[in-house]
């Protein structure tokens, strides 16, 4: 069975409240956007090279793109590799949803001593799984103070003499090197992080990564060929960045008051996704499938299906009012 991380995509059942119909006339579906709009409202998944710091490969995915700003989301050491999604031009502001995702890594613990197997993985169990205390090392970017996060799993696939090779789903905010330390002071024989990769972040996985050369590659081929088949199966449109969230799904005549900043009444739900809780973090999509803004629900799934009441608090708009202006 996969793992799956606390902010990943699961399955979820849609519930109709009421049928409607989408005007074809407004909006548009995410996939069918021009080149120019995905460049400049989308998210790329760089597989980031050892090396560089996670704000220089931001930095290059602009002068690439030729766009004034980018956000990545989540740092990752200039030493580590992996996953490292970075937002285009208007949908910078996703990251902050995409940084409190949970993440998984693949790292080379290394043990200075030699170990029964047995003893390591009965300590990684009885002390390193669930909600740990973890003191961030010298050199980060945050207040020392012991903190609380949670290890959603650890699991060891490879054991070389004093080589450890395991993967880990963490809480955003997890010292990988910090945890590897850790384990090791608590085996009394001390452990370094040798090597480690970002396998997952949120809703993204290694499956959809490219490299800074494959985005250079692909933007050359649209502008120099017209052909701009690489850069759209590259480049995501920023629904990706959502599709962990629970959904609820607002007609076309909904959408203009929620871009102007308005809350999410019952009146205005077509239908949502089953089993949303009260004050989780939701998305209210329209019928196309398009991000209009995140909120926090203030009904469960089965109330917001009534006729009344406040449904979404309204958090952060993305969309623009100027796509689904109805003309009365």
Same mark, same amino acid.
């Given at each position: 069975?996969?793992?799956?991380?606390?902010? &990943?995509?699961?399955?979820?059942?849609?519930?109709?409240?009421?049928?409607? &119909?989408? @005007?074809? %006339?407004?909006?548009?579906?995410?996939?069918?956007?021009? #080149?120019?709009?995905?460049?400049?409202?989308?998210?790329?998944?760089?597989? $980031?090279?050892? =090396?560089?710091?996670? /704000?220089?490969?931001?930095?290059?995915?602009?002068?690439? *793109?030729?766009?004034?700003?980018?956000? /990545?989301?989540?740092?990752?050491?200039?030493?580590?590799?992996?996953?490292?999604?970075?937002?285009?031009?208007?949908?910078?502001?996703?990251?902050?949803?995409?940084?409190?995702?949970?993440?998984?890594?693949?790292?080379?613990? /290394?043990?200075?001593?030699?170990?029964?197997?047995?003893?390591?993985?009965?300590?990684?169990?009885?002390? +390193?799984?669930?909600?740990?205390?973890?003191?961030?090392?010298? $050199?980060?970017?945050?207040?020392?103070?012991?903190?609380?996060?949670?290890?959603?799993?650890?699991?060891?696939?490879?054991? @070389?003499?004093? @080589?450890? *090779? +395991?993967?880990? =789903?963490?809480?955003? =905010?997890?010292?990988?090197?910090?945890?590897?330390?850790?384990?090791?002071?608590? *085996?009394?024989?001390?452990? /370094?992080?040798?090597?480690?990769?970002?396998?997952?972040?949120?809703? +993204?996985?290694?499956?959809?990564?490219?490299?800074?050369?494959?985005?250079?590659?692909?933007?050359? +081929?649209?502008?120099?060929?017209?052909?701009?088949?690489?850069?759209?199966?590259?480049?995501?449109?920023?629904?990706?960045? !959502?599709?962990?969230?629970? %959904?609820?799904?607002?007609?076309?005549?909904?959408?203009?008051?929620?871009?102007?900043?308005?809350?999410? %009444?019952?009146? =205005?739900?077509?239908?949502?996704?089953?089993?949303?809780?009260?004050?989780? #973090? !939701?998305?209210?999509? #329209?019928?196309?499938?398009?991000? !209009?803004?995140?909120?926090?629900? $203030?009904?469960?799934?089965?109330?917001?299906?009534?006729?009344?009441?406040?449904?979404?608090?309204?958090?952060?708009?993305?969309?623009?009012?100027?796509?689904?202006?109805?003309? %009365?």
């Amino acid at each position: 069975m996969q793992n799956l991380l606390p902010f &990943e995509k699961i399955e979820r059942k849609i519930v109709v409240r009421q049928e409607a &119909e989408t @005007d074809n %006339k407004l909006g548009c579906k995410p996939q069918e956007r021009k #080149t120019e709009e995905i460049i400049n409202y989308g998210i790329v998944n760089i597989d $980031k090279p050892k =090396g560089p710091t996670s /704000h220089q490969v931001s930095d290059f995915v602009q002068k690439i *793109l030729k766009i004034n700003k980018s956000g /990545h989301s989540g740092t990752l050491d200039p030493a580590v590799t992996g996953l490292l999604p970075i937002a285009l031009g208007n949908a910078t502001r996703i990251v902050q949803n995409l940084l409190i995702a949970g993440k998984e890594y693949v790292a080379i613990m /290394h043990l200075h001593k030699n170990i029964d197997e047995n003893k390591l993985k009965e300590t990684i169990e009885k002390n +390193f799984l669930g909600k740990i205390k973890q003191m961030p090392p010298l $050199k980060s970017s945050i207040k020392r103070q012991l903190r609380t996060r949670s290890i959603y799993y650890i699991d060891i696939l490879e054991i @070389d003499n004093q @080589d450890v *090779l +395991f993967k880990v =789903g963490s809480e955003a =905010g997890t010292y990988i090197r910090k945890l590897i330390h850790d384990i090791g002071q608590k *085996l009394e024989i001390g452990a /370094h992080m040798a090597e480690l990769r970002r396998t997952k972040a949120g809703p +993204f996985t290694e499956s959809s990564v490219c490299t800074l050369q494959e985005l250079t590659d692909a933007y050359y +081929f649209w502008k120099q060929e017209n052909n701009d088949k690489f850069l759209r199966k590259i480049i995501q449109p920023i629904e990706n960045g !959502v599709s962990h969230l629970p %959904k609820v799904w607002v007609f076309d005549t909904t959408v203009e008051s929620l871009c102007h900043g308005s809350d999410l %009444k019952v009146p =205005g739900i077509s239908k949502v996704n089953d089993k949303i809780n009260k004050e989780e #973090t !939701v998305a209210i999509m #329209t019928l196309k499938d398009e991000l !209009v803004a995140l909120g926090t629900a $203030k009904m469960d799934s089965n109330e917001m299906l009534g006729e009344r009441g406040l449904a979404v608090k309204t958090e952060k708009v993305f969309m623009n009012s100027d796509l689904y202006k109805i003309i %009365k």
